[in-house]
């Protein structure tokens, strides 16, 4: 059986995972269309994600700079590039010119650095504000109350655009007990937007991941992060 073959498994979890956010999407009375599927690679190789994109994916999610890095040098811009794992300030100058959008900004140094390193590159650098609304403690994110203050600072940098939220949900075997993880930081949106900072929209809702992004859709995510649903489980 050659490469191909082997990789024909790709474009059947895909259809799969297409079929149920359409209907995830029409169950809440949205267009699938409307709805970005973010290919999680971290440790998938460059050859199941030029699989991918043959099959119509046009966005990849990195969690670790250097795998980032290695794989954009080997594929450039066959795809848009995201950032989704925890960023370190000592990082980012590695990849303020290779990520499109960063999901993970947790702190106003975090912001402070990708500011000062997108100036350098003469750029503007979009981003998401992760948000810990479940208050899990092993995981990173701002506290939904420390927002306001937050987005008034942010809003103040010249080369930051602030594209919407991020958050991870606890892992659950039944995704019904984290609806209300999803449904919060819709909310949370939707209270920012009735603010009216300068430099900020709600583009982004990223949410959801391969056990949860059904519910994650019908609570309104728009950029589903998807790994092991599309490329199996993965090998550290």
Not at 62 to 85: A, P
Not at 120 to 127: F, G, P, Q, R, V
Request: overall charge positive; hydrophobic content about 40%.
């Amino acid at each position: 059986m050659n490469e191909e073959n082997n990789l024909n498994y790709i474009q059947e979890n895909l259809k799969i995972v297409r079929e149920k956010v359409s209907r995830a999407a029409y169950r809440s009375g949205r267009n699938p269309d409307d709805i970005k599927i973010i290919a999680v690679t971290k440790t998938v190789e460059p050859a199941k994600m030029l699989k991918a994109f043959e099959c119509g994916i046009t966005d990849a999610g990195e969690n670790r700079v250097q795998e980032l890095l290695t794989k954009h040098e080997e594929l450039g811009s066959k795809c848009n590039w995201h950032f989704i794992g925890h960023l370190q300030k000592n990082k980012v100058k590695h990849i303020i010119d290779k990520a499109g959008l960063i999901h993970s900004v947790d702190s106003l140094s975090l912001a402070d650095e990708i500011n000062k390193r997108a100036v350098l590159k003469h750029k503007t650098m979009d981003i998401l504000v992760q948000v810990n609304i479940a208050g899990e403690k092993t995981k990173f994110g701002l506290n939904k109350n420390e927002m306001k203050e937050f987005l008034h600072q942010v809003s103040k940098y010249s080369n930051i655009r602030t594209k919407g939220l991020m958050t991870m949900a606890p892992y659950d075997e039944n995704p019904e007990n984290i609806r209300w993880v999803f449904r919060e930081l819709k909310k949370l949106s939707i209270d920012i937007m009735g603010e009216r900072f300068d430099n900020i929209n709600m583009a982004y809702l990223s949410m959801g991941m391969s056990n949860d992004f059904e519910i994650a859709v019908e609570e309104g995510a728009n950029a589903l992060r998807i790994g092991s649903a599309i490329f199996g489980r993965r090998q550290y």
